[in-house]
């Protein structure tokens, strides 16, 4: 039966089927099922055409397929848009309108929807992912689009049974059908390739089928629900699974079923095999009783495997890799999977076939009906495990973990979805779970601290799991979860889970650790740093930073506790797995303290958030002291790596301590680690803190009065370093309040003011430097409202401006100035540089804010600031300031500063006085009664009595014990009574890592360290104050003292000091001041002003204000420090005797003058430099230097009476150039198509942004251009050139050739930079080029080279011609000659025959460069003629390149010249030059006097009727020609020198000519019966005198000679009139006649102006066309002033004028007849051009992009990779596209060659920047759309919106029209025809 169903036609199958199904006899069933067993058997190919037909047909039922999905579609329920999109696809994110961080929309639904004004972004999609328009649980309805804001399924009517039958009875078998080929398909992956090619193959052939399935998808939710039912339904799988309705087939189905369970085999965590471990503890600890740390209970033990995780791929040092047991695991977690429908199988396959793309895009697109979803993410949670175990074998680990992200983010995203998973599915026990299993693969025995007793295990970082972020997709789940408050609450509560936690945390603890190499540089630098930052942001930081959020209210403190309390035991049992004890193991450090930032974080959280009582979470002292040790080393190894004593470790080090501080990562490392310090420092005792940060300095040994010293931990070199390194951390550890008390606002406003005081930002790099929150779900948003607000309030926005040279600048933010002055702080600015340079660009920044402001005029000290008060939990801190240890470094350091001791600095200066001053506002509260208690006891036997600080800096020391060589200059003597004991001394009687020997009461006593410390301890916890005092009395008494491992050279000696702090500070003023008594106390004078007087005005200023101020507090805060300081004043050395000071300070004073003059010198010096720079730059690089500048004119040095003078650049020689020895100019030649771009409107083209709107390029001047030489082409003479050998000439008869100009398209400009150099030093030059091995952005090979003093591009040399000065002598055009008689001499002078060259250097060069103009552009710009290569190309293409290059400088000028004189590009023009090599080789050609144009301008001649020989096509008639050509063809070919009289005898001919053109062109604007009644009027005015110079009689005579013709009846279809439809009026005629003329008349000017070197007038715009006659001679000034001046007053006629122009005009009428379709073309000419633009872009760079992004291509009818737009023409093109690649060459290459002779303008689409083609090389330009904040987004990586900046197009577009791209751009390289 189903044989014969298979032959029948589909759909009457389907059909009857349908009828037959819809009984209830079951025998339709039955029979669908029969003929299904055919169609679906596996014997067939999955996706045959055939079976896809069958099941579309079936499910049809009868119907067409298309007709079937309109009909489902209609009763599509879903509310949801849930578009699919995978890698590379554009959407959108709003964060004003999501919930969750991850919501997107795709651009459909964002565009409908309202987001004006809102903080979103368009993405390129990294992994995929689906629009959540309509799903509230992402975002706010508000939100929603048109289509799913209103969408509801409550108006949709029911599905009807029978539409989808079918589609329930054949889908379950469809499913089935892919299942089975899945199964069969499927080999396990080994390292065979052929496996994994067979795996693909598999997956191409199932493609059609799963695109089926995804096409029933999309037909909306009726269809969805109907997939769900059969994907989920137990019943249905376990029926067609087992066999049963698979008849005949059985022995297949139990094999196909047989191959599903051999793959299943291996889906557990970890399989049968892996369990058999065996325990590694003997080789790890020597002892099975040892826990390790790690293990997921108190039980774990340390097992290994014997598979592949132990094989050459140990990871660094070749440790060997451990694995934990798996025994205390959930079992559910590690089982294999079992299967009950078909969407479990069917992920299953998914995961194994590593997440094909169609799959996914299936499997998504159902997701809009709800309870799929729900099944699917159980599904995919049971599968979680497996999912992970795949990924880390993939080979493909980059796009699996993107195709995994891709579905997790869509189910993970919704909180009451991952709340009820995790109830019901144990998710975060499975995440937590497999975790761990993921890095047990990688751990390795941690080497921290003790390495032979450290049973601690790390992630190896060079293995591929970290290197590669395999764990990536796990982490960033987890975090997404975590985001949700149900699901992290039930993290918090689970106490097991949080363990698991803590010992995954543990495994990253001390990871990548770093050994300082001490000998040699290391061999190999590891790069595994990255790979360990990357692993704590992410596996760590960012969890907690998710947890830390759920933690903000008092109701969730018990949380905290829990997190805490497990933290520290985390931290206990580590330290007990390495072994730690007391003291750090030396030369060693690791970046990665994870569980030290979670116990810092989590106590920040409790004590700012739920007002917890911080000593409630602190553990015991001991504790603390280990807690500290650690973090503290990781602040001096920082010292130490940037002091270059990790030098031999390589760059990698230096890497490390940048990452450690860089914004994306100071949050989570630096900022926890000092906050945990300031903990540890507001609990420990004061004394203990202070000595331990110098000793891990290794600076205690420098810390002594001793002028010489021994330091076995330090060289002398890192000394001052690691000193100024110690102290800043202290002035950071007290000053920093990020986490003691700032709240989120001024912490936010402390990191802007930082970042900008370093440099301006752009608002981009201003929100990526500002440290974030990692978790988007808590706190303040980049972009948001609140982060503008605080902008704005410290930042002044400054508009990207445009230096000359065209350097694109951005939009940046630059500090307010009371930002400089109230709150610059460089402490905040230290502690957020990655580069030290930074620090001092700030304070360069600050100075100079000084400097303008006027408050301070030298070089400034960074300013003090009062910081923000202490939260009352971190009061403790504040002892650090009042302990003894630390008033004796200060002491100590003060008194060598004073002494000029080595290795001191302004830096530690600087921080001496900051800790000094950050004491006395931080005194504590019993400063009164210390004072009075300590008051009168001076002297006594230790350092000081108390520990305030107000009370030691008026303490006097007399003597000091110190230790020090005996070589030292100090003098031994006996101890007086009052002695204290040095400084070292007393921080090594408090830590010393080694043995200290002492004499106390005669004997000896050897403490060791430990034994110190847990007495010092003891002590701590039980002394009162009083013997507190009393230890630290006694101990000084040190005698003696060896050094260990030293040679015992150092001796003790007593120093009389004599000193407190308050006069070493009182000197030290007088030293900076370079005065004796410089200080003096003013309140002396003025008992009152200490109390009124505020020292914080006192801010700004150097060290001598610091001290000032200092004491000024003193003196403030203490009754006792007052006298003190009076008393030291007065005390003040008394004035030294005279003859002492006559040498000593005579010479100071000699050497401050020497000194002063030096500085002098070295001013002035610079001064001249700089003015000398300043000349050169304005005369030879500023392309727009104004005109008062001193031009660099090729003559400027041009003597009276003398030849031109020429500097060569390369040799430094002056003189002429010669014959024999030319100069050059140096040169770019550059084809240039900018003027064929012209278009007759003003108004510039405008993009097009739709289907509707188009570009037609018939407008522009090159189209018009070629269209008129091909039709004159067509119907008159094309050449007819004859070659006379014997004079060597070529002769030419009249040509249509001549009668236009080329080169509009594809023509030679020629530009300088004004130097000039020897053509033969020139060459040699090149040479030395050539044999450079220098990488350079040009090609020598094709000439170019760089001029070789301002650099300017160029290619070549143009020669000097030698000049006499009597050439340019001054002549007036109103002399007494007639017009015939120099009508007649023109005519002579061209009769004679011009001197050949003669071969010389000069003629040689000038042929050499007219062969670079002619290779500079492309040969069919140069044969117009029907001949190619014949000479007449060759003359058309000469003349041709001067007159483009005189309308480029008219265009340069600004298409007038009413400015007159020099412009700034006639300074370097080389038109003069360029003229005499043009003219010599158009010398060359003779005009055959029978066809000399000359004679027909100048005299009647007999007009040849052409009508009846058909042989040979006539002459082009001369109203047709172009007077501008006929110009420079007469000019150039003269074969003498011209003089100026015959060039305006010249122009005046050639002005009749134009004029009749003029009018000729206005009578076809006129109507009938104007030109009837023009005609009428003009004649009767033919009799007046001067009849011949009036436009109205010339207007008739023209009309009627012209009627005869019948020309106006062939063009009168209605002409549209240049003025519209006005009237014409005589001055609408006068009007447009000058309009016709000018621009004949400027390019005459500009020649004239060039040959002959007179200056141009300048004029009003009104003024030009009368300005211009005069100055050409045509006029003279006395008609010049006429208001009623009249354009007809210029003609001056040879002969009667009349006759003259019937003769043109019978030109026009006997040659009509043949071409009477193109008359009106011919005659009708329109000279006038608006000046070349680009493109007008539309305002919002979204427009473009929405229309072009996913634009076809017109060539190859695909969607480009990389879209691009000319922005000259507006053609879509494929940058780099091999699909339109025509011989070699890509799309732009070539487009550039057509459309701008190798010149192309580029918008790429999908970067919005420009690139500029120019001929072989390309460059970036940049961008010419910038967002809100004046900056450009390249490659569109932000997203926001862009806007047209005008300001940067317009500077695009005068870089194309003048040229100057090679110029102004220096970023150029080769693109070898591939873009």
Not at 1024 to 1030: F, P, R, V
């Amino acid at each position: 039966m189903a044989a014969s169903l298979l032959g029948r036609d589909k759909r009457s199958t389907a059909a009857s089927l349908k009828a037959e199904c819809s009984r209830q006899d079951g025998r339709g069933v039955q029979l669908l099922g029969e003929l299904l067993d055919s169609v679906l058997s596996p014997e067939r190919a999955v996706a045959e055409a055939e079976v896809i037909e069958w099941c579309k047909s079936l499910m049809a039922g009868g119907e067409s397929f298309d007709d079937f999905c309109k009909m489902v579609r209609g009763y599509d329920n879903a509310t949801l848009c849930g578009l699919v999109w995978t890698a590379n696809f554009v959407a959108y994110r709003c964060r004003t309108c999501g919930i969750s961080p991850c919501m997107s929309l795709c651009a459909e639904c964002f565009n409908a929807g309202e987001h004006t004004g809102h903080d979103f972004n368009m993405f390129r999609s990294q992994a995929g992912g689906a629009c959540d328009c309509g799903d509230s649980s992402v975002m706010r309805e508000s939100g929603f689009c048109k289509r799913h804001r209103f969408a509801t399924s409550s108006n949709i009517p029911c599905v009807p049974n029978e539409l989808m039958m079918m589609s329930e009875h054949i889908l379950p078998r469809v499913i089935l059908h892919l299942i089975q080929h899945l199964r069969d398909g499927y080999n396990e992956p080994d390292s065979d390739p052929a496996t994994e090619r067979d795996l693909q193959k598999t997956l191409q052939q199932m493609e059609p089928l799963i695109s089926l399935l995804e096409d029933l998808t999309k037909m909306g939710g009726a269809m969805r629900s109907i997939l769900t039912r059969v994907l989920t339904n137990h019943q249905i799988y376990k029926d067609l699974c087992s066999g049963d309705l698979c008849t005949g087939e059985k022995a297949y189905t139990k094999k196909n079923y047989e191959k599903y369970l051999t793959a299943l085999k291996g889906s557990g965590l970890v399989s049968s095999e892996e369990r058999s471990v065996t325990s590694v503890l003997d080789q790890m600890a020597g002892a099975s009783n040892v826990t390790i740390l790690g293990a997921t209970a108190g039980t774990g033990q340390m097992d290994s495997s014997d598979e592949e995780e132990q094989d050459g791929s140990q990871g660094v040092g070749k440790r060997k890799r451990v694995k934990l047991s798996n025994s205390t695991k959930d079992s559910s977690i590690m089982d294999i999977l079992k299967h009950k429908c078909f969407l479990e199988e069917l992920l299953f396959w998914t995961v194994k076939y590593e997440f094909p793309q169609k799959m996914v895009t299936f499997l998504l697109n159902m997701l809009p009906d709800q309870s799929y979803k729900i099944a699917f993410t159980k599904t995919f949670v049971q599968h979680y495990a497996f999912i992970m175990k795949t990924l880390i074998k993939s080979h493909e680990s980059d796009t699996m973990s993107n195709r995994i992200v891709h579905i997790s983010v869509q189910l993970f995203s919704n909180e009451e979805l991952a709340r009820q998973v995790t109830e019901e599915c144990q998710l975060l026990e499975i995440m937590v779970t497999v975790l761990l299993y993921m890095m047990e693969s990688c751990l390795i025995k941690s080497e921290l601290q003790d390495e032979e007793n450290n049973f601690h295990v790390v992630v190896n970082c060079g293995e591929p799991l970290l290197k590669n972020n395999t764990y990536w997709p796990l982490v960033s789940d987890f975090i997404n979860i975590l985001s949700h408050q149900s699901v992290a609450k039930r993290f918090l509560e689970d106490q097991g889970l949080l363990q698991m936690w803590m010992n995954f945390v543990s495994f990253f603890q001390g990871m990548n650790l770093n050994k300082r190499e001490l000998n040699e540089h290391v061999e190999f630098e590891s790069q595994t740093y990255y790979a360990a930052f990357a692993a704590e942001l992410e596996a760590c930081a960012q969890p907690m930073w998710g947890l830390l959020t759920h933690c903000k209210i008092r109701e969730t403190q018990e949380y905290t506790r829990t997190v805490v309390r497990y933290c520290l035991d985390a931290l206990q049992d580590w330290f007990d797995a390495i072994n730690f004890v007391d003291e750090p193991a030396p030369n060693q450090v690791t970046f990665h303290l994870p569980l030290h930032r979670y116990y810092a974080m989590f106590l920040s959280k409790a004590i700012r958030c739920q007002q917890l009582d911080l000593d409630s979470l602190l553990p015991d002292q001991e504790m603390l002291m280990k807690m500290m040790v650690h973090p503290l080393q990781i602040q001096a190894s920082l010292s130490e790596i940037h002091s270059n004593m990790w030098v031999r470790n390589g760059l990698q080090i230096k890497g490390q301590a940048m990452t450690y501080v860089q914004s994306h990562f100071c949050n989570s490392m630096i900022d926890p680690d000092i906050f945990l310090l300031q903990i540890c420092a507001s609990r420990l005792d004061p004394d203990y803190f202070v000595s331990s940060v110098f000793e891990r300095f290794k600076v205690v040994d420098l810390l002594t009065m001793a002028s010489q010293h021994q330091n076995a931990a330090l060289d002398t070199e890192h000394e001052r370093s690691m000193l100024e390194g110690a102290l800043t951390f202290l002035v950071i550890l007290l000053s920093l309040r990020i986490h003691l008390g700032m709240t989120d606002d001024e912490i936010l406003r402390a990191e802007m003011v930082a970042q900008l005081c370093m440099s301006d930002r752009t608002h981009s790099t201003l929100l990526d430097l500002i440290p974030e929150n990692p978790n988007p779900k808590s706190g303040i948003i980049p972009g948001s409202y609140y982060f503008e607000t605080m902008l704005s309030a410290v930042a002044d926005f400054k508009a990207p401006v445009f230096e000359p040279g065209g350097s694109m600048q951005q939009g940046m933010y630059t500090p307010k100035a009371d930002v400089w002055n109230q709150e610059f702080d460089p402490i905040m600015v230290i502690l957020r540089t990655v580069y030290r340079r930074d620090v001092q660009s700030a304070m360069d920044r600050y100075m100079g804010f000084l400097k303008q402001t006027g408050k301070f005029t030298s070089t400034p000290w960074p300013p003090y600031r009062e910081r923000a008060p202490l939260n009352p939990s971190y009061k403790g801190l504040m002892r650090i300031l009042h302990c003894k240890t630390l008033h004796i470094v200060l002491f100590t350091l003060l008194y060598k500063i004073s002494m000029d001791h080595q290795n001191m600095s302004e830096h530690v200066l600087c921080m001496v006085l900051y800790l000094i001053e950050l004491g006395l506002d931080n005194l504590p509260e019993e400063t009164a009664e210390e004072e009075e208690m300590f008051g009168e006891e001076r002297c006594s036997d230790s350092w000081f009595h108390g520990t305030n600080i107000a009370t030691n800096l008026h303490h006097i020391i007399n003597y000091v014990r110190v230790r020090l060589p005996e070589t030292a200059p100090e003098v031994t003597r006996e101890p007086p009574a009052s002695t204290s004991s040095d400084t070292s001394s007393f921080i090594q009687g408090s830590r010393r890592a080694t043995a200290l020997t002492r004499e106390n009461s005669n004997t000896a006593q050897v403490f060791s360290l430990v034994a110190e410390r847990r007495k010092k301890f003891q002590e701590i916890i039980n002394r009162n104050s009083g013997s507190a005092i009393q230890t630290a009395a006694v101990r000084p008494k040190t005698s003696k003292w060896t050094a260990p491992n030293s040679t015992p050279q150092l001796t003790t000696t007593i120093l009389e000091i004599r000193e407190s702090m308050l006069s070493l500070l009182i000197k030290l003023h007088h030293k900076l001041s370079g005065k004796q008594n410089s200080y003096y106390p003013f309140w002396l004078e003025d008992s009152e002003s200490t109390s009124t007087l505020d020292p914080m005005q006192q801010i700004h200023g150097d060290g001598i204000i610091a001290i000032e101020r200092i004491l000024l507090k003193t003196a403030a805060r203490s009754r006792q420090n007052k006298c003190s300081i009076e008393e030291i004043c007065r005390k003040v050395a008394p004035p030294v005797p005279p003859k002492k000071s006559n040498s000593a300070d005579k010479k100071a004073l000699d050497k401050e003058e020497r000194r002063q003059k030096a500085r002098e010198r070295q001013q002035k010096l610079l001064a001249e430099f700089a003015s000398r720079q300043k000349s050169f730059m304005e005369t030879a690089m500023d392309l727009e230097s104004p005109d008062s500048d001193v031009a660099m004119d090729v003559g400027s040095t041009e003597q009276p009476d003398s030849e031109t003078v020429y500097d060569c650049v390369i040799c430094g020689q002056s003189g002429p150039s010669t014959e024999e020895r030319p100069t050059g100019l140096v040169v770019l030649l550059q084809a240039s198509s900018v003027l064929g771009h012209r278009r007759r409107s003003t108004e510039p083209k405008k993009l097009p942004t739709s289907d509707e709107e188009q570009i037609y390029p018939e407008d522009t001047c090159g189209t018009a251009h070629d269209v008129r030489i091909t039709d004159l082409q067509q119907y008159f003479k094309d050449a007819g050139f004859g070659l006379k050998w014997a004079l060597m000439k070529i002769k030419f008869q009249s040509s249509c050739l001549q009668s236009v100009s080329i080169g509009w398209e594809g023509g030679v400009y020629v530009q300088t930079c004004g130097h000039t150099l020897h053509i033969d030093c020139h060459k040699s030059y090149m040479e030395s080029l050539r044999n450079d091995q220098v990488l350079q952005s040009f090609s020598v090979d094709k000439g170019e080279f760089t001029c070789p003093l301002c650099r300017q591009f160029a290619n070549s040399v143009l020669p000097c011609h030698p000049e006499k000065s009597e050439e340019k002598s001054i002549w007036s055009p109103y002399n007494s000659k007639s017009l015939l008689t120099l009508i007649k001499e023109v005519e002579e002078q061209q009769e004679q025959l011009g001197m050949f060259p003669s071969i010389t250097n000069l003629s040689k060069e000038m042929e050499s460069v007219m062969k670079d103009i002619r290779s500079a552009t492309q040969k069919k710009y140069i044969d117009y003629g029907k001949t190619p290569g014949s000479p007449d190309n060759d003359f058309l293409f000469m003349y041709s390149v001067a007159r483009l290059n005189l309308e480029l400088e008219l265009v340069h000028r600004g298409g007038n010249l009413c400015l007159g004189g020099a412009s700034a590009t006639t300074k370097r023009s080389c038109l003069n030059q360029l003229l005499h090599v043009l003219a010599m080789h158009m010398r060359l050609f003779r005009i055959d006097s029978a066809y000399n144009p000359w004679t027909r301008l100048t005299r009647l001649t007999q007009v040849m009727d052409y009508g009846i020989c058909d042989d040979e096509k006539p002459e082009v008639p001369l109203l047709y020609r172009d007077v501008s050509s006929l110009l420079l063809i007469l000019v150039l070919t003269m074969p003498q020198e011209l003089h100026k009289e015959h060039f305006t005898c010249i122009v005046k001919v050639l002005y009749n000519l134009l004029y009749t053109q003029a009018v000729s062109t206005l009578s076809f604007q006129f109507s009938e019966e104007e030109r009837a009644a023009w005609k009428n009027s003009g004649k009767l005015k033919q009799t007046m005198c001067n009849s011949d110079k009036s436009w109205e009689v010339l207007l008739s005579h023209i009309i009627c000679e012209l009627s005869k013709g019948r020309l106006y009846n062939a063009s009168n279809t209605g002409q549209v009139s240049m003025l519209g439809t006005n009237v014409w009026s005589p001055q609408s005629i006068e009007y447009s006649i000058q309009q016709f003329c000018l621009p004949f008349l400027r390019t005459t000017s500009l020649l004239q102006h060039h040959l002959f070197g007179n200056d141009l007038p300048s004029c009003q715009r009104t003024e030009e066309f009368g300005m211009l006659a005069s100055y050409l001679g045509l006029l003279l000034p006395c008609l010049q002033s006429n208001d009623e001046f009249c354009s007809s007053a210029c003609l001056d006629w040879p002969i009667a004028a009349l006759d003259l122009i019937s003769q043109w005009c019978l030109e026009v009428t006997t040659s009509a007849e043949s071409h009477s379709e193109q008359v009106t073309n011919l005659l009708v000419q329109d000279p006038q051009w608006s000046l070349p633009c680009l493109l007008q872009l539309p305002e919002n760079y979204n427009t473009i992009f929405q229309y072009y992004h996913r634009k076809a291509c017109v060539h190859c009818s695909k969607v480009p990779k990389d879209p691009a737009l000319c922005l000259v023409c507006g053609t879509f093109v494929c940058l780099k596209g091999q699909c339109c690649k025509q011989q070699s060459y890509c799309e732009c290459v070539l487009h550039s060659q057509n459309c701008g002779a190798g010149t192309g303008i580029f918008l790429l689409i999908n970067a919005s920047v420009i690139i500029i083609i120019r001929g072989h090389r390309f460059c970036l330009w940049g961008s010419v759309y910038l967002d809100t904040h004046g900056e450009e987004d390249r490659d569109l990586r932000r997203g926001k919106p862009l806007y047209l900046c005008s300001e940067r197009y317009k500077v695009l577009e005068q870089q194309w029209v003048t040229h100057t791209f090679d110029h102004i751009n220096k970023r150029w390289g080769p693109h070898y025809n591939g873009l």
